[in-house]
């Protein structure tokens, strides 16, 4: 299965401090994305990275991709209280229809 | 510019019965996926639609069908409705491999 695994599950930290959250994968990839999910609510898509990329950057978040351990990172750094959601990695290939993990529950306390 | 958008919010249901969930896809994305997403779960694959055809289903019993319009909104119809069918229902449409998210359908079966 191309579904990726976030770890770890729940993260809870103070505002200001950064956020590290990892996702694992099992089969080769055309790119992985990142997404965002507020309590109940729709998912929102935070950062594409493709396989040929080892590193991106938006803003305050930094994602890395190592496809020989098929394994992706996404970094928060100086967090807030509004970040505190669900976050989702998301391996695709050939057919570019993510699949989801059971993601990290990121709690940024005030 | 409207994003996606999903009706309705909430629904209660009765175990047996049919339901019809709609989205509307952002404007200009022709790809519709549908997501089923239980409490603590991560969103599941159910099917995507692109000019009027499935185009991909995911691992979810014929109980679970739906439609595209020409004007590529889309229809998830769920029969013989199960307790376990009680969840999030999301909609999401396609553009350059992201997925935009609508808010979703919070379906209760009782």
């Known amino acids: 299965s191309q579904q990726g695994e976030e770890d770890p599950q729940a993260l809870s930290i103070q505002e200001g401090e950064n956020a590290t959250m990892n996702c694992s994968y099992k089969?080769?990839?055309?790119?992985l994305q990142w997404y965002r999910q507020n309590s109940g609510r729709g998912l929102v898509h935070l950062i594409l990275?493709?396989?040929?990329?080892r590193e991106k950057h938006s803003g305050r978040l930094r994602v890395t991709l190592d496809t020989s351990k098929k394994s992706s990172s996404l970094l928060i750094t100086a967090s807030r209280a509004a970040d505190t959601a669900s976050y989702f990695c998301?391996?695709?290939?050939?057919?570019?229809?993510?699949?989801f993990g059971r993601g990290t529950s990121l709690i940024v306390h005030p | 510019d409207a994003g996606v958008t999903q009706s309705p919010t909430h629904l209660i249901k009765t175990r047996g019965q049919q339901v019809t969930l709609r989205c509307s896809p952002k404007s200009g994305h022709d790809t519709v996926s549908w997501y089923q997403q239980a409490l603590g779960q991560g969103p599941q694959f159910i099917f995507q639609y692109y000019e009027e055809e499935e185009r991909q289903r995911g691992n979810f019993p014929d109980r679970f069908s739906g439609h595209q319009f020409p004007n590529y909104s889309s229809e998830l119809n769920v029969n013989a409705l199960l307790l376990g069918d009680s969840a999030l229902y999301l909609c999401?449409?396609?553009?350059?491999?992201?997925?935009?998210f609508g808010s979703g359908t919070q379906l209760s079966v009782l």
């Open positions: 990275i493709r396989s040929n990329e």
């Open positions: 089969t080769s990839i055309n790119n």
């Open positions: 999401a449409s396609s553009f350059e491999e992201k997925l935009f």
């Open positions: 998301a391996p695709a290939r050939g057919s570019y229809i993510p699949t």
